[in-house]
């Protein structure tokens, strides 16, 4: 019933950027916080950040001043924006969804219900 699916990523020279979606349908979008993550070739699940249903936002320090995360309850969609993009952010990146209704933004891959399938992202050097 959930569908995340996500869009947008592709081949970025170092420097640039890229804006990913997420759309989501079969859950009450804003009352759900929503989390990216990525995983790169032969490495574990990290996560990158997360938004609250309220609007608030966390970051890994990786990232941090360079991705913003935001979300437009109206289209049922969040963003995952890519700045000064690096070779190491090479990755499929996900968006997932934790329906719990918690006050917090939780970073554990496993606090998340929902998955969309993964968009790529490579970054050139």
């Known amino acids: 019933q959930v569908q995340l699916v996500e869009s947008g990523g592709g081949l970025v020279q170092a420097g640039g950027s890229l804006r990913l979606s997420c759309a989501a349908s079969?859950?009450?979008?804003?009352?759900?916080?929503m989390g990216w993550f990525r995983q790169a070739p032969g490495k574990g699940r990290e996560f990158t950040g997360a938004?609250?249903?309220?609007?608030?936002?966390t970051y890994t320090n990786s990232v941090k001043g360079r991705f913003t995360i935001s979300r437009d309850n109206a289209k049922n969609t969040v963003y995952l924006q890519m700045n000064s993009l690096k070779p190491e952010d090479t990755a499929v990146y996900y968006c997932?969804?934790?329906?719990?209704?918690?006050?917090?933004?939780?970073?554990?891959?496993?606090?998340?219900?929902?998955w969309g399938q993964g968009t790529q992202v490579t970054v050139s050097s």
């Open positions: 997932a969804a934790d329906t719990s209704y918690s006050i917090f933004l939780r970073s554990s891959s496993g606090s998340y219900a929902h």
């Open positions: 079969g859950l009450t979008f804003s009352k759900s916080a």
């Open positions: 938004i609250s249903w309220s609007g608030g936002t």
